[in-house]
Structures are given as structure tokens and as C-alpha cells.
């Protein structure tokens, strides 16, 4: 229906609530354009992100068994997992122990929706969430990062935070706990005589020395956090790792200096950030020591 000009009214006051609300919305303006900008100056100045935040899923090969479980649960089927199986030779009156070995482990972060579910299923702690956040690329393709650049995020991976006052502690500590006090508390069953000895004029028994407790390992222990020098970062950081033996058996091996402080001079040479050019350094030792043990 058409509406006449006459009949459009224009209400009383509409023009001076339209100029009060420009000013007073110039006024919200000029408020914030005087305070001082709280922003960072990135790239110049990085931002000091938590040691839990989630930035990119990393990878560390050394765990991983190829179960398949974290692409078997990932939503949008963005892992990629290849390998093969290779038959160690058996052991003296044993079988042939077949064992995978990982060829391909890929993320396409294209498709990842950061959902954490491939770390929260992996049970050899194969995967973690890295706070390394720079790798946007200019084409969608170059998303898909293979299990080498997974594995030197790992490098960037903190240590979690200490637990706040009157925080519960986890229950693998409070068993952990229990236990040691239990292996610290002394037998007495054994050790009190009985009361007929002890009228007969029999020494009474003195009680067992109480030993102390072993210390439960802090966040700090249990996860690495890599020191300035080179033999006390390979040597407090770096866990014992094992190597196949002869007959397929699983020995100790300790990770080779020389290695360790070739690689670590040479990165560090290339100007790569002394975190990374630990974590590389500890690799390719434990990788030097895995050889020779496997040729001896």
C-alpha cells in the first residue's frame, strides 16, 4: 500500500537523540585513542604464552608404536600413519618377534580442528601439544607436516606447571605415596617378643631403624627441562635408551657424547635456537648409541 508523504511523521526529539549518541560514541573514541595501547609489538616482541597452551601437536617418534589408535579416533581423520613390520631373530628357545616400524606419521592441520583427542588416547605419551603457533604458510598444501617437523616442535614443549596451594595431587602420585610409605614402615610383628619371653629375663628386641622415604618425583623431574651445558643436558635430560640385542632382547645403551657435541655445536653454528639444537643433539646420540650397540 502507498504511503503518503503526509502522512510520514517524524518524532519529537529524533534528531537530538541521534547527535547526543554520535557524541557520546566520539567521546568513547577519544577515551580510548588518549589511554596507551596494550597490545605487543609482534613480531618484534613474542608473545610469553602458558606452558599448557595449545598451539600444534607434536610428535615424538621414539614412543610411538604404531597402534594406530590416534587416527583411528581423530574426527577428521587427519593423521597420516604408515610402516612396516620387520622380524627380529628369535631368542634361545624363543619365536620370531615381529615389530613395526614407523615409515610415515603425518598431520594435515588444514583439516585439524585442535581438538586434542589423538593426545589424549595415545598411551605411550607419543604426542603432545607444543606452544609453537608460526607455521602459517601461504598455500593450503603445505599444511600437511611429515614426522620430522612434528618431532623438533616436541623441542619447544614446556614443562607443566607446578601445582597450586591446596591443589589434590594426581592419583599415579598419591599411590606413589602410599607405596613408599609402605616399603618405609618397618615389620614389628617379628620384631616384638613375646610376653612370656620377655618375663623369662630374654633382651628385649630393639626395634628396626626406620628408613626414610624416597622422594616422589616433581612435574620438574618427570619431564626435562634442558640445562645450559652440554653433558649435564645429555646426561640429567636424556632417559636410558634401549637397543635390540642379538637375539632380539632389549639392553641399555647410553647416548654418545661425541655425537651429542658435534650436532650441538654445528646447530647452534646455524644460529638454531639452543632448545631445538639440544633436542637434535639428544636424538642423533641416541640414535649413534642404538647403532653401535646393534653392530657389537
Known amino acids: 500500500m502507498a504511503v503518503d508523504e503526509r502522512d510520514v511523521r517524524t518524532a519529537d526529539g529524533e534528531g537530538r537523540d541521534t547527535g547526543a549518541g554520535l557524541v557520546k560514541g566520539l567521546g568513547v573514541t577519544l577515551k580510548h585513542l588518549l589511554h596507551r595501547s596494550v597490545t605487543q609489538r609482534y613480531p618484534e616482541v613474542k608473545p610469553d604464552l602458558p606452558a599448557r597452551s595449545r598451539g600444534v601437536i607434536a610428535l615424538k617418534q621414539e614412543n610411538c608404536t604404531v597402534c594406530y589408535k590416534c587416527s583411528r579416533e581423530c574426527p577428521d581423520w587427519c593423521i597420516y600413519i604408515d610402516a612396516h613390520k620387520e622380524t627380529n631373530p628369535p631368542a634361545a628357545g624363543g619365536k ?31 604426542l603432545f601439544w607444543s606452544p609453537e603457533f608460526e607455521y602459517s604458510t601461504y598455500s593450503i598444501l603445505d599444511l600437511v607436516h611429515e614426522k620430522d617437523k612434528l618431532e623438533e616442535w616436541t623441542y619447544h614443549v614446556l614443562p607443566p606447571p607446578e601445582l597450586e596451594v591446596g591443589a589434590e595431587a594426581a592419583p599415579e602420585a598419591v599411590a606413589a605415596d602410599v607405596a613408599a610409605a609402605a616399603a618405609a614402615t618397618p615389620t614389628t610383628a617379628s620384631a616384638a617378643p613375646s610376653p612370656q619371653a620377655v618375663g623369662a629375663g ?19 623431574q618427570v619431564t626435562p627441562n634442558v640445562a645450559e651445558g652440554s653433558t649435564q643436558a645429555l646426561t640429567e635430560v ?25 650436532v650441538l655445536a654445528e646447530e647452534l653454528a646455524k644460529g638454531t635456537d639452543r632448545r631445538v639444537a639440544e633436542g637434535k643433539a639428544r636424538r642423533a646420540a641416541m640414535i649413534e648409541a642404538r647403532k653401535k650397540a646393534a653392530e657389537q
Open 96 to 126: 620370531a618377534r615381529s615389530v613395526k616400524v614407523l615409515d610415515r606419521f603425518a598431520i594435515d592441520f588444514a583439516l585439524c580442528m585442535y581438538c586434542g583427542i589423538c593426545v589424549e588416547v595415545c598411551p605411550f605419551d607419543a
Open 202 to 220: 630374654a633382651p628385649a628386641a630393639t626395634p628396626a631403624p626406620m628408613r626414610p622415604a624416597p622422594a616422589v618425583a616433581t612435574p620438574e
Open 238 to 262: 636424556t632417559p636410558q635408551p634401549t637397543a635390540p640385542g642379538a637375539h632380539g632382547e632389549r639392553i641399555e645403551v647410553e647416548p654418545d657424547q661425541a655425537t651429542f657435541d658435534t
